[in-house]
């Protein structure tokens, strides 16, 4: 008969309890926190789905179909998915405190991702939310337009389309890589125009350390299978005569790429003045510089205006210097005037566009009429 | 090596996709105070005050920001690029919450670009200034002090 030694006896016991307790609490955080299914109905009733309780409302949705923006992937750092949230969860979360205002709050506007599927939720977002699918498209190809941009040409699945406002964008997804165990997430415009509906185009610049970039720019190839859901956002041109005065740096240029293109497609690139100011720093980091010069040529109310902000000798530039914002300040002054309506429409980073907000304000653009969408 | 609570508490926020994918540790199997006191011992060495660095590495990374998301050249010595995305990240200590901003700060000689580069953040300025923390190796965000001290020469 074999008997466990006394020296391995009470080792052996404490393994025994602790592997004991591990299931208890295993099967006990089944049972307390087993929400079943939720009952959720979205704008009044418009639709009603059941998720699986437990789980953010984030996840909840995307799992129905319904995708809520966001650009952290529900880390709770970007504040993008913010939804109307009618029943009583709660008081605000500290997570969701940064990126609520006191308006918001007051409107029940929480962030999904930090919103706990536990009871039936009325909840209420945007309708044109209802317009977002989730592709599984195939890299068609992949084109360096500088040395740190590249244009993914996303072909969609056969049958499949993809119905959007030029100005909008997607969020493309990287999957697991490295060190990085669960996919990533990140919102980028559409620089296809919408006439192009079997496709969608970004513009991608590496950021140094950034997760997707990083994938797009040293592992992403050609024929691969890839995630992207949209479309989203409200950045879009309005149907005025007012002169748009557009401005973006680098892979800012996205939005614009598919605007300008979109109205060459359907015939009104002449109906209105526009001026599109690009910043870079030198002329490598120009791009689309002949086809932007060749639209500029070929339309009489397009106008061009790309300035660097340290071109260097063999640039032999003969453009406009300095950064865009006083490029920008500068036309505003002397070439467009100043009786004109004018809407600005702004594309890149949070501090680029604070700068050209600035600017527009100090030269008497209405601020109600400055678009953007802010996101990096 | 033992840790006190905050420590420990922070080590496991510092894992891939507690506050980040990535994470603050890399690849490295050392815990944050080993990395600290190493990388401590090493600044020391090389005659480097994270007093006296860190401000500068703050300082050219809002220089950078003046150039909206496109590089500038600061002080004719370096090109920096800083690169914002909305939104907050919480650091692994559990002391505050910072600006999704990082920068690239490159020695230039000449004008012209050196591989004596360093990419800085907010979040790890803020933990390089507090605890001395220059990240695991593997990290992205990782500062070798041999390559700082090269970069601010």
């Known amino acids: 008969m074999n008997t466990i030694p006394a020296l391995f006896a009470a080792p052996v016991a404490v393994g025994v309890i602790s592997a004991v307790l591990a299931a208890l609490i295993s099967i006990t955080d089944r049972i307390v926190n087993n929400y079943g299914d939720i009952d959720v109905s979205i704008n009044g009733g418009k639709k009603s789905l059941e998720i699986k309780g437990g789980q953010p409302l984030l996840f909840g949705l995307a799992e129905q179909g319904i995708f809520i923006p966001s650009a952290c992937g529900g880390r709770g750092s970007c504040g993008a998915c913010k939804v109307k949230v009618h029943s009583d969860i709660g008081p605000i979360m500290p997570t969701e405190l940064p990126f609520l205002t006191k308006e918001e709050i007051s409107d029940n506007t929480r962030l999904s991702c930090q919103v706990k599927l536990k009871q039936n939720l009325d909840i209420e977002i945007p309708e044109e939310l209802f317009n977002v699918r989730d592709y599984l498209g195939t890299i068609e190809r992949i084109r360096a337009v500088t040395h740190d941009i590249k244009e993914v040409y996303v072909k969609l699945p056969d049958g499949e389309e993809v119905n959007y406002v030029s100005g909008q964008y997607g969020q493309f997804e990287a999957p697991a890589y490295d060190t990085i165990k669960t996919p990533t997430m990140r919102a980028y415009s559409m620089s296809s125009p919408p006439s192009d509906k079997t496709h969608l185009e970004f513009l991608i610049r590496l950021v140094p350390g950034g997760i997707v970039t990083t994938y797009v720019h040293t592992l992403l190839q050609e024929g691969q299978k890839i995630r992207v859901v949209g479309p989203f956002g409200d950045f879009h041109v309005r149907d005025t005569d007012a002169a748009m005065i557009c401005v973006a740096g680098g892979s800012g240029m996205a939005p614009f790429k598919s605007i300008f293109q979109d109205r060459v497609d359907n015939g009104t690139i002449n109906d209105r003045d526009i001026w599109y100011f690009f910043g870079a720093r030198t002329k490598k980091d120009v791009f689309y510089l002949d086809w932007l010069t060749q639209l500029d040529r070929d339309n009489e109310r397009f106008h061009f205006v790309p300035a660097l902000s340290e071109p260097q000798p063999e640039d032999n530039w003969d453009g406009p210097t300095g950064l865009i914002t006083e490029v920008l300040g500068h036309y505003l002054v002397e070439k467009i005037p100043a009786e004109q309506a004018k809407e600005g429409y702004l594309c890149g980073s949070p501090g680029m566009l604070d700068a050209c907000m600035a600017v527009m304000q100090a030269k008497n653009m209405n601020p109600e009429k400055i678009y953007f969408d802010k996101f990096a | ?153």
């Open chain 2, 1 to 153: 090596m033992k840790m006190s609570p905050e420590f420990s508490k922070a080590q496991k926020n510092m894992q891939p996709g507690e506050i980040t994918s990535a994470g603050f540790l890399g690849t490295d199997s050392r815990n944050i105070v080993e990395i600290i006191e190493a990388d401590e011992e090493r600044a020391s060495a090389l005659g480097l005050d994270f007093d006296e660095f860190v401000p500068v590495l703050r300082r050219l990374m809002e220089e950078g920001r003046k150039g909206l998301g496109e590089p500038v050249t600061v002080e004719g010595r370096w090109i920096v690029t800083a690169y914002e995305a909305r939104g907050h990240l919480a650091s692994p200590f559990e002391d505050g919450v910072f600006r999704k901003v990082n920068a690239k700060i490159v020695r230039t000689e000449n004008g012209k670009p050196t591989p004596d580069a360093v990419l800085v953040s907010d979040l790890s300025l803020h933990l390089m200034a507090k605890y001395h923390f220059l990240q695991g190796r593997g990290s992205a965000f990782r500062l070798e002090p041999d390559l700082i001290q090269a970069t601010l020469a």
